[in-house]
């Protein structure tokens, strides 16, 4: 499972403070506590007026890279910035995000091409999310004929389904879990991305369906997900549904990443 | 999802205890609280010696029906002492269990035909427990047969495919997902039931493996589980589970089973 560490985000209050006061320590310490909990990737996301985004990134970026070795997931609204923000990383990381939507690709997949970074693309374009399965892989059709024009291979893509709030839905995840399997049989290679936490809003108790959601979300093929490593009882159903995947071999990542104190209480 | 309270079984030594110094308060509390928990079942398991199983049985069902009116689930290793058990009963229940091993087949689908108990059918023979799924599926099959003879509508059985340790297991359980869902393909009105712990045998921090186990097999369409319904995060990721295969219109066994305080912290 790939995690990508959510925790630096101005849209967190305590970040935005820690952004505003130039909170060197603070900013560091999500970082380093991060890559520590076993992320793969570190999300920068200013979350500013437009006019300091490109600033603040550098700012974030030179300091989770002051700390950690883990690449960087450049995340912006704003391919522009995506792009830009890209050269102030040492190594290849991951563009969160493009989609169909306006010029996303034009911009970042020309800058991304023949290097090793990844993205995420999202399944919507300037219609917005599609109501239906059938359309969603209309629109990852055509991501993945973009893709194949820049010879980005389909295993540096990371696909986010956009999963709807649940309360609201007729099916509950059926139509995303449905979405998932047909890309991974498409493309064994690809990866399936999400947040998990969109699905429970509205709801109470939500870290349980956010749980519950990204349990049966990688059965369904999900090998990606933009979450809080430093949440225990996530990080250890993560680490038990890969084992029961049968994609960890006699468990040893599962009693592995126990002893190293990932998940759980360690007794 | 249907939950088959699991509390009640002298295997357990807080309950040996209790059986032993005819504790009837504790028995009594044991029952009502897993009947408020949502329990469909209250399962009822002496564990004793043999020689005195019936009469404490029959001591510990007499108690249960004294404080909640939520059925029986009678639990044997025998299963003489299964369909001898029954007539303790006020109502119908479940017996737990059968099986292809032995004569368990012959001594209780006798007792129940033309009656309204439920029964588990666990799918092993006199050989063990069969390595392949199609092994399992046969066995699957002559309960089946079996069933029909004395006119057994699949909805009153609950199959148990019977999970094996994931610590030695080669494909994690791809192979009993597959065969709950062959079953539930075959058989839309059976129930297949499960317990969640045996699965976590030999590893640490149990209840990640055995939380994302139910989320996983519920998604294949497991709907009834021997659980400890007091166990509010389990039973939180059940509640969580039903809404997000769309099984709750509008989340509203969720946010009431929240709003009762079944599962989750009540903030």
Same mark, same amino acid.
């Given at each position: 499972m790939i995690i990508i560490g959510e925790k630096i985000n101005g849209a967190i209050p305590s970040v935005a403070e820690a952004i505003s006061q130039r909170d060197v320590e603070f900013i560091k310490d999500l970082a380093k506590s991060q890559a520590d909990a076993g992320a793969n990737f570190i999300d920068v996301c200013a979350s500013t007026d437009v006019s300091v985004e490109l600033d603040t990134m550098k700012w974030l970026i030179d300091l989770v890279q002051e700390v950690t070795d883990t690449p960087i997931a450049v995340d912006?609204? !704003? +391919?522009?910035?995506? +792009?830009? %923000?890209? /050269? &102030?990383?040492?190594?290849?990381?991951?563009v969160n995000s493009v989609s169909l939507e306006g010029n996303k690709i034009d911009v970042v997949f020309p800058v991304i091409a023949g290097t090793k970074w990844e993205c995420v693309a999202l399944l919507c374009d300037d219609t917005g999310i599609p109501k239906s399965g059938e359309q969603r892989m209309e629109v990852f059709a055509t991501i993945m004929e973009r893709a194949k024009e820049f010879n980005i291979d389909p295993s540096r893509l990371h696909i986010d389904p956009l999963v709807e709030m649940l309360c609201t839905s007729e099916d509950g995840i059926s139509t995303v879990l449905d979405v998932i399997r047909k890309i991974k049989a498409q493309y064994p290679r690809i990866h399936v991305t999400g947040g %998990? !936490? =969109?699905? !429970? &809003?509205?709801?109470? %108790?939500? /870290? &349980?369906?956010?749980? +519950?959601?990204?349990?049966? +979300?990688?059965?369904?093929?999900?090998? !990606?997900?933009?979450? =809080?490593?430093?949440?225990?009882?996530?990080?250890?159903?993560?680490?038990?549904t890969q084992a029961l995947k049968g994609d960890d071999e006699y468990c040893m990542e599962y009693i592995n990443g126990y002893r190293a104190g990932l998940y759980g209480p360690v007794k």
């Open positions: 912006s609204p !704003s +391919a522009e910035i995506c +792009a830009a %923000a890209i /050269k &102030f990383c040492n190594k290849p990381g991951l %998990a !936490s =969109n699905i !429970s &809003f509205n709801l109470p %108790a939500r /870290k &349980f369906v956010n749980q +519950a959601f990204l349990v049966l +979300a990688m059965g369904a093929g999900m090998d !990606s997900a933009i979450i =809080n490593p430093l949440h225990k009882h996530m990080m250890g159903l993560i680490y038990a």
